[in-house]
């Protein structure tokens, strides 16, 4: 069936340098790719979104680029911080139909 | 906006007993709710979508009699664990789209259910 890679399961970074979560999705007809923040014991919160019309979105210290051909995106989130720790999801949707497939998660660990 | 609540945040109940757990888009009408479980540590599984005014669309392996769903209004959908074991014990999330213009899953906080 259709799935969504995710890699790597857990990061830890220092405080102020960037971290890199990657994902792969198999489903061609995916065309939304959301990333989710979640920290313990919450619901998952929406960090930042991407269409498959356009390569690259940025907000602030976060970006997502996306590769459609390779069926590739990514998250960057730049100068971390401590509050930045927590699970990090990844989706794949396709308009109209408000189904996701999700990574595994990815536990990022911003240390002091 | 895009505001999603949960109800209750945390529950505690006797094995046998039904527990429902309520979701509320708060500022927007939600075409659309999914129900996810998630296990400690794990990722989201879906478990169910539902439509207002339809019956809901259970994932494979998610007993529909266990689970009830109901997804009365554009604002409320409910869940009710039927008969509740402690295999039910779990991090319950709901997550309610619609917004115009988006296919964003907006989630609710999240329910924890311990059945003793």
């Known amino acids: 069936g259709e799935n969504v890679e995710q890699h790597p399961s857990t990061l830890s970074v220092q405080e102020g340098d960037s971290a890199v979560i990657k994902c792969t999705y198999s489903?061609?007809?995916?065309?939304?790719f959301p990333w989710y923040k979640q920290e313990l014991g919450k619901g998952p919160q929406l960090i930042i979104d991407?269409?498959?019309?356009?390569g690259e979105k940025k907000d602030q210290r976060i970006a997502v680029t996306l590769n459609k051909t390779a069926k590739h995106f990514s998250l960057h989130i730049t100068e971390t911080q401590p509050e930045d720790s927590a699970v990090y999801f990844c989706a794949a949707g396709t308009s109209g139909t408000y189904k996701y497939i999700f990574g595994t998660g990815t536990r990022l660990k911003v240390l002091a | 906006g895009a505001v999603v609540s949960q109800h209750p945040s945390r529950v505690i109940c006797k094995s046998g007993t039904s527990v429902k757990i309520e979701c509320r888009s708060l500022d927007f009408q939600a075409t659309t709710m999914f129900w996810y479980r998630q296990f400690p540590k794990k990722s989201l599984m879906l478990m169910a979508t539902?439509?207002?005014?339809?019956?809901?669309?259970?994932e494979q392996g998610v007993e529909k009699d266990k689970f009830l769903i109901n997804h009365a209004s554009l604002t409320l959908s409910t869940l009710t664990v039927t008969s509740a074991h402690p295999e039910d014990s779990s991090f319950y999330i709901c997550?309610?789209?619609?917004?115009?213009?988006?296919?964003?899953?907006?989630f609710g906080p999240g329910t924890r259910l311990t059945v003793l």
């Open positions: 489903d061609s007809a995916s065309n939304y």
């Open positions: 539902s439509n207002e005014g339809s019956k809901a669309t259970y």
């Open positions: 997550s309610a789209a619609g917004t115009s213009g988006t296919d964003t899953q907006y």
């Open positions: 991407i269409r498959s019309n356009v």
